[in-house]
């Protein structure tokens, strides 16, 4: 890995009720003492404040996993970007492809949702990746392309070393189907690229996180790929056992 710091971040998704979320953390704090990844918890927003609390006084940050771009107004069901602040996070996963495809989100929305995370103060996740259909008709770049572009539109060039970006192939997403080392660095690599044309400098330093069925068996080889700067776990950060290994293997 080069010398960006390593984020890995657990992506509860629709796990985890308020006790669920603090023992949780009670056993993760232990375990990744010796860690010098940044480590992010992204719980449901009910438990995101008793997880902002449970790791209180520790370096681990917590992440909702969606937000709004306007900043309050007759958007019901919504949560804004002061919204989460107030309650204690410090990131936002944004685009998930699980938003994407079951709940419509869709580019232009996240046009207009990463600068407002960025500019309220919270390092958004913003996550891209081909479905399997698109890769098997070669469509891998220009998917990550179109993505890309929209997600980072409107964010200057002297912020976007301010973003996470984390590449999840659709295919691999809760499948156990991993992509190789070699598909992750490749599709992780492209996506710096796409940055470089915007702003080399920004490109050295964005961290480009790979996610889709990281294990602890497979986080050492995805980890040690100099374009992969970290994870985001899904199925195997619901075990602060098996995420401490994910953590640990970061370095
Ligand atoms: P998974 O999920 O690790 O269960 O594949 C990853 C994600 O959706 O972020």
Redesign the pocket.
């Known amino acids: 890995m080069s010398e960006r710091t390593p984020v890995i971040a657990a992506?509860w998704k629709m796990n985890k009720t308020i006790a669920e979320a603090r023992e949780f953390c009670e056993a993760l704090l232990p375990a990744i003492r010796e860690s010098d990844a940044e480590v992010v918890v992204c719980p449901p927003f009910l438990s995101l404040p008793a997880t902002v609390e449970a790791l209180a006084g520790s370096d681990v940050g917590v992440a909702a996993q969606n937000m709004y771009f306007e900043p309050d107004g007759a958007y019901t069901g919504e949560v804004s970007a002061t919204m989460l602040l107030d309650a204690g996070a410090s990131a936002v996963v944004l685009g998930?492809s699980e938003r994407r495809q079951l709940f419509n989100e869709t580019d232009e929305a996240l046009a207009r949702t990463v600068p407002v995370a960025l500019a309220s103060g919270l390092l958004p996740i913003l996550c891209v990746g081909e479905t399997g259909e698109e890769r098997d008709r070669d469509e891998t770049d220009r998917i990550l392309r179109r993505q890309i572009d929209a997600g980072l539109s409107r964010v200057p060039a002297e912020r976007l070393a301010d973003v996470v970006v984390a590449y999840?192939p659709v295919w691999?997403?809760?499948t156990g189907k991993v992509a190789t080392p070699e598909q992750a660095e490749d599709a992780c690599g492209f996506v710096r690229a796409l940055v470089a044309s915007r702003d080399e400098s920004a490109a050295e330093r964005i961290r480009i996180l790979y996610?889709?069925?990281?294990k602890p068996a497979n986080a050492v080889e995805l980890l040690g790929r100099e374009e992969i700067d970290g994870a985001?776990?899904?199925?195997?950060a619901l075990d602060p056992g098996d995420f401490a290994a994910i953590v640990t293997a970061a370095g």
Do not use: K, R, T
């Open positions: 992506n998930h999840e691999a997403i809760g996610g889709g069925s990281v985001l776990v899904g199925g195997a």
